[in-house]
């Protein structure tokens, strides 16, 4: 038989409930940033001069690799930044013959940006070719 009542667990839970809200609340008034007056003038302008900071695009020249060649399972795409420069994103322009498989799509530390593709087993030509996006270094 099941009491329908109060229990004093539930009145416990909805207590703890209440006061991790309440509290959420008064940190949320105290510390969301609502205007720049708030941000101390030199991390501001830091902020605003990383901001200024020019990107531009660099591409690999294109990769040709199909099945049998001296790369054998992998072919490889870097695009480099300048020095001095660093990258903040990257990508591919690909065309796969049927069975080659991007397998990497990623920065190449902070200089650049690196693809690999797995070419399989296709007799067909696979085309690639990385591309950077890099900021200008400060």
Request: charged fraction near 10%; include cysteine.
């Amino acid at each position: 038989m099941r009491n329908k009542g109060i229990s004093p667990a539930l009145i416990v839970a909805l207590l703890a409930l209440g006061i991790a809200l309440g509290g959420t609340a008064v940190a949320a008034s105290h510390y969301v940033i609502t205007s720049t007056s708030q941000i101390k003038p030199s991390v501001l302008s830091s902020l605003t001069t990383a901001a200024r900071g020019e990107t531009h695009v660099v591409k690999s020249t294109w990769t040709f690799v199909k099945h049998g060649t001296p790369l054998e399972e992998h072919g490889w795409a870097k695009a480099k930044c300048a020095k001095g420069d660093h990258v903040v994103s990257g990508g591919y322009q690909a065309e796969l013959a049927p069975g080659a498989t991007m397998n990497s799509n990623s920065p190449l530390g902070l200089v650049g940006w690196q693809v690999i593709v797995q070419i399989g087993t296709s007799t067909e030509t696979s085309k690639f070719q990385a591309y950077a996006i890099c900021v200008t270094g400060e």
